[in-house]
């Protein structure tokens, strides 16, 4: 993100609750003393059903915590872009095991996506499961009708026992101690050392 901010310009917005976020991780990682957990390294902090624009096309941004109490959705013309808080239909839903996480928050998170059936809503991730394509694009419609976790039919108490079930299972992600560090400094690399190079930390007796 920093990367292509530094080459093509443009400005970086985020979720308010970010903060929030960067507040819990700072004892975990133990961040130099210049990097305020208050989201100052992005441009902008949106508020749930704070509205803007993307040249012309109108968009808003939603609070749809879960996965972690900062993700949002967001809405832009005829498509939503939902972040982790939704994967393709045979994958289900994001993990909701890591610090903040809450599973019947991402259920009633879910409940607030009523968009028209039609909308198109794009995933952050897939993992082509069984072999298929990895796809990036559903639609409301789809979500409703055959999403293995929230479709339909489904209560808050039986997703709740199945994601807490299922998360009980899941290993930490490969590059997810490097990757946090590098998102709540808004894609910007920890600043370098008296030594002049700079690190990523694994914290040993924490994960």
């Known amino acids: 993100m920093a990367h292509v901010k530094r080459h093509l310009g443009g400005q970086t917005g985020i979720g308010a609750h970010t903060a929030n976020v960067q507040a819990a991780l700072s004892a975990l990682f133990n961040f130099e ?17 704070e509205t803007f624009r993307i040249g012309g096309i109108p968009a808003q941004a939603m609070h749809t915590p879960g996965h972690t109490p900062a993700c949002m959705t967001y809405p832009v013309g005829d498509a939503a872009f ?12 994001a993990r909701c095991d890591f610090p903040g ?11 607030r996506l009523a968009l028209p059936p039609d909308t198109r809503l794009f995933v952050c991730h897939d993992y082509g499961l069984g072999g298929r394509p990895a796809a990036w694009e559903t639609t409301v419609a789809e979500q409703r009708e055959s999403n293995i976790h929230v479709r339909n039919g489904v209560t808050e108490q039986a997703f709740v026992a199945l994601r ?7 290993s930490l992600p490969a590059l997810i101690l490097p990757s946090l560090q590098i998102n709540l400094r808004a ?12 690190y990523l930390k694994i914290p040993l007796n924490q994960v």
């Open 187 to 198: 894609g910007e690399l920890p600043a370098p050392g008296a030594n002049g190079v700079g």
């Open 101 to 111: 996480g809450d599973a019947a928050t991402m259920y009633r998170s879910v409940q």
């Open 82 to 93: 939902v972040g982790d808080t939704l994967c393709m239909p045979d994958a289900g839903t």
């Open 33 to 49: 003393a210049g990097l305020h957990a208050d989201g100052r390294q992005f441009y902008h902090l949106f508020a749930d059903h």
């Open 164 to 170: 807490t079930a299922r998360d009980g299972t899941l």
